[in-house]
């Protein structure tokens, strides 16, 4: 449904400093799916989701929404942006306070240029969206007499009523307390999938991320590093920086041993000895790798050292987090966390052994 091939937008000040932007990012989004960018505040997100509103004119790429150019740097197509068809809600959402419910949801359409809906036609649609997004007892009320998800909702209804072909999201939640958040975006992610609109969601925050998405990009300093659902950027992050941002994880060093991967696995001699891993893609016999193990994956207690990927630890601290027990566990010289069971009763100074299941041991060559 939408398509953003090489997309390249480079922002600098007077004396031309580079500041950030988007460099090089491509992906595609099918229709009816829910696209989430996820990053760190400055990797390009907004610069992203505006080149695809036409709120921003990159330098150069493509950008198609349901086979139609919206802009081709090469070709030197760029659609205007009251001529796409998209809907947009951001993080500073502008609710008309001086309007009804209603005729905030409704203002758009009425103004709409070209193919302006009848007014039957407008009653309809509005309320079929209030209705959706659960505002429809609400219509004669005055927007201010909100409260802060409601008005969230309405952004949205506003933004569906034009049933666009594509709808943007920028951070919409971030201005919502923790707790209405986690409700708002079950919502959304109901209001989405029933709608039927496709969508790219932009969040700084992981968790909000996995919650709701179909799939998802990361972006770190204007570029693309990883893109895949939920599962596979958690739980087969093929760059540091993923691995890193997603989630905690527990980070070594080493060097592939064996002469080179094979059927996706290959071990790599490091501090604590030779660890046995997942590749992503074939490396080189000795080249310098990075392999990361998330907390939950390691466990403790139950194995017997001598087993492949098997260490001997011992616990420096232990904190009972009532559903978890989380421990750290040094293993030659390197503090390991993990996350185990509460049932797995060891105190400081036990002796443990410590293993890393190969399928979920992950190597990271860059
Ligand atoms: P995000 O939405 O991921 O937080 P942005 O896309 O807004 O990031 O910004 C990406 C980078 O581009 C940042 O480093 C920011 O400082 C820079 N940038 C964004 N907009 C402008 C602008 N209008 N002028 C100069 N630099 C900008
Ligand atoms: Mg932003």
Request: proline share 5%; net charge neutral.
């Amino acid at each position: 449904m939408l398509s953003v091939q090489n997309l390249f937008k480079a922002y600098e000040t007077r004396s031309g400093e580079p500041t950030g932007g988007a460099f090089d990012i491509s992906f595609e989004v099918a229709r009816g799916e829910l696209f989430t960018l996820l990053g760190p505040s400055g990797c390009g997100k907004t610069t992203t989701l505006r080149s695809i509103a036409g709120l921003e004119t990159p330098g150069s790429g493509v950008i198609e929404l349901d086979g139609a150019p919206l802009f081709n740097g090469a070709s030197q197509v760029s659609v205007p942006m009251y001529e796409r068809d998209i809907g947009m809600v951001f993080q500073s959402y502008a609710i008309w306070p001086h309007m009804s419910v209603f005729e905030n949801a409704a203002y758009p359409l009425r103004v709409q240029r070209r193919n302006r809906p009848s007014r039957e036609e407008i009653e309809k649609r509005i309320m079929r969206v209030l209705e959706m997004v659960g505002l429809a007892k609400y219509r004669g009320r005055s927007a201010t007499q909100l409260s802060g998800g409601q008005q969230q909702r309405l952004a949205l209804a506003r933004a569906l009523a034009r049933e666009p072909k594509l709808l943007l999201l920028d951070e919409p939640l971030s201005n919502l307390d923790a707790q209405l958040r986690e409700q708002m975006r079950a919502e959304l992610k109901r209001i989405q999938s029933e709608w039927g609109v496709t969508t790219v969601y932009v969040t700084h925050d992981q968790a909000e991320a996995m919650a709701i998405s179909d799939r998802i990009a990361v972006l770190n300093q204007g570029r693309l590093m990883q893109l895949g659902s939920a599962e596979e950027i958690y739980e087969r992050p093929t760059t540091e920086f993923v691995a890193g941002f997603i989630g905690r994880t527990n980070f070594f060093t080493g060097r592939l041993a064996e002469a080179s991967v094979d059927r996706s696995y290959g071990v790599v001699e490091s501090a604590i000895g030779p660890v046995r891993c997942w590749f992503h893609k074939a490396a080189p016999s000795g080249a310098a790798v990075k392999f990361v193990v998330r907390p939950e994956n390691v466990e403790c207690a139950r194995m017997s050292a001598g087993h492949e990927n098997t260490f001997e630890g011992n616990v420096v601290s232990r904190v009972y987090l009532g559903d978890i027990a989380e421990y750290t566990i040094r293993v030659s010289e390197m503090d390991v966390l993990v996350r185990a069971h509460p049932s797995v009763a060891l105190s400081p100074g036990d002796a443990t052994p410590v293993y890393f299941p190969a399928d979920r041991t992950i190597a990271i060559c860059e």
